[in-house]
């Protein structure tokens, strides 16, 4: 007989760890998750301005001999005889009897304000 002590009960810890660990893994890995989408937004936005710069190098090495427009679509271009790209005003469908045997059409591209190039879809393909 114990008279006058208090009477503990046994806690069951080990339950009690499981759902601590259960919660923090939970509250972990949403967070992570996250983390992870954002990650992949960034990369996302580094992939595409690593390809708006590869292309501006691209242009900036192309030959061409006249005053860039900006907003204007131009049409980068392998010419296969000179074995180097040109940019042209003049799209693949602008030529009457069909563009030059000897040009490859890359893309259609756009001058931006900061002087970098994008890719742009065209109707004139």
Same mark, same amino acid.
């Given at each position: 007989?114990?008279?006058?002590?208090?009477?503990?009960?046994?806690?069951?810890?080990?339950?009690?760890?499981?759902? @601590?660990?259960?919660? +923090?893994?939970?509250?972990? &890995?949403?967070?992570?998750?996250?983390?992870?989408? %954002?990650?992949?937004?960034? /990369?996302?936005?580094?992939?595409?301005?690593?390809?708006?710069?590869?292309?501006?190098? @691209?242009?900036?090495? +192309?030959?061409?001999?006249? &005053?860039?427009?900006?907003?204007?679509?131009?049409? %980068?271009?392998?010419?296969? /005889?000179?074995?180097?790209?040109?940019?042209?005003?003049?799209?693949?469908?602008?030529?009457?009897?069909?563009?030059?045997?000897?040009?490859?059409?890359?893309?259609?591209?756009?001058?931006?304000?900061?002087?970098?190039?994008?890719?742009?879809?065209?109707?004139?393909?």
């Amino acid at each position: 007989m114990d008279v006058g002590s208090p009477k503990f009960e046994l806690v069951p810890v080990k339950s009690q760890k499981d759902h @601590m660990l259960n919660i +923090a893994r939970l509250s972990a &890995q949403q967070e992570y998750d996250r983390i992870m989408e %954002l990650v992949n937004v960034l /990369r996302k936005q580094a992939d595409q301005i690593k390809k708006r710069l590869d292309l501006t190098d @691209m242009i900036y090495d +192309a030959h061409y001999e006249f &005053q860039v427009v900006h907003g204007q679509t131009y049409w %980068l271009i392998y010419h296969k /005889r000179t074995q180097r790209n040109i940019l042209s005003i003049n799209g693949p469908k602008s030529w009457i009897s069909g563009p030059p045997f000897d040009y490859e059409y890359i893309c259609a591209v756009k001058s931006l304000g900061d002087h970098t190039w994008i890719e742009v879809e065209s109707e004139n393909k």
